[in-house]
T-cell receptor, first 111, second 113 residues
Framework: SQQGEEDPQALSIQEGENATMNCSYKTSINNLQWYRQNSGRGLVHLIL?????REKHSGRLRVTLDTSKKSSSLLITASRAADTASYFCATVITGANNLFFGTGTRLTVIP | ETGVTQSPTHLIKTRGQQVTLRCSSQSGHNTVSWYQQALGQGPQFIFQ???????GRGNFPPRFSGLQFPNYSSELNVNALELDDSALYLCASRFDTVTDTQYFGPGTRLTVL
């Protein structure tokens, strides 16, 4: 079964707007990662946040982590048409070293 | 480009057949993981190989098996194919089992008829 659940399942915004995606998970984690997938192809690693971190930035990306609520959010600022893709959160749970993926959010950025 | 390659890109098989998928890891990476991604779902962990030994497995039956070679390339073998095996199969490599970031290949799309 999936470790995480993303919300919303689909998101459509205008270019230049911000996009926020949320992820919830079930068990204690070592870290949480966000990946992007274009058109059902390979996954691209975007950003990693460790369980002792609360916020992290990378370019136009901002990730937050709330371990008390077992949730994370990914914010993409000033979105571009090229950001159109599916976004997945993936957790590395305590005691394991493989990734548990969520169900994904399909983001469409309209030019 | 992650430096991880997979072959073939697409594959069509019939139920009951066997299939072998291949993955070439990024240079210097000795750990490879395989994931199955059904349409509209997130990837699910199949198993992981570290220095030619399986060292982790997800909830997949024994007809899913793998190999890792001395050059750290890898194979995923699936026997007695079922319709539900239709999916995108992804491999991911990393420097070792404790390295957090994994690098994914483009995937092999398997269709079972």
């Amino acid at each position: 079964s999936q470790q995480g659940e993303e919300d919303p399942q689909a998101l459509s915004i205008q270019e230049g707007e911000n996009a926020t995606m949320n992820c919830s998970y079930k068990t204690s984690i070592n870290n949480l990662q966000w990946y992007r997938q274009n058109s059902g192809r390979g996954l691209v690693h975007l950003i990693l946040i460790r369980s002792n971190e609360r916020e992290k930035h990378s370019g136009r990306l901002r990730v937050t982590l709330d371990t008390s609520k077992k949730s994370s959010s990914l914010l993409i600022t000033a979105s571009r048409a090229a950001d159109t893709a599916s976004y997945f959160c993936a957790t590395v749970i305590t005691g394991a070293n493989n990734l548990f993926f969520g169900t994904g959010t399909r983001l469409t950025v309209i030019p | 480009e992650t430096g991880v390659t997979q072959s073939p890109t697409h594959l069509i098989k019939t139920r009951g057949q066997q299939v072998t998928l291949r993955c070439s890891s990024q240079s210097g990476h000795n750990t490879v993981s395989w994931y199955q991604q059904a349409l509209g779902q997130g990837p699910q962990f199949i198993f992981q190989y570290y220095r030619e030994e399986e060292n982790g497995r997800g909830n997949f039956p024994p007809r899913f098996s793998g190999l890792q070679f001395p050059n750290y390339s890898s194979e995923l073998n699936v026997n007695a194919l079922e319709l539900d095996d239709s999916a995108l199969y992804l491999c991911a490599s990393r420097f070792d089992t404790v390295t957090d970031t994994q690098y994914f290949g483009p995937g092999t799309r398997l269709t079972v008829l």
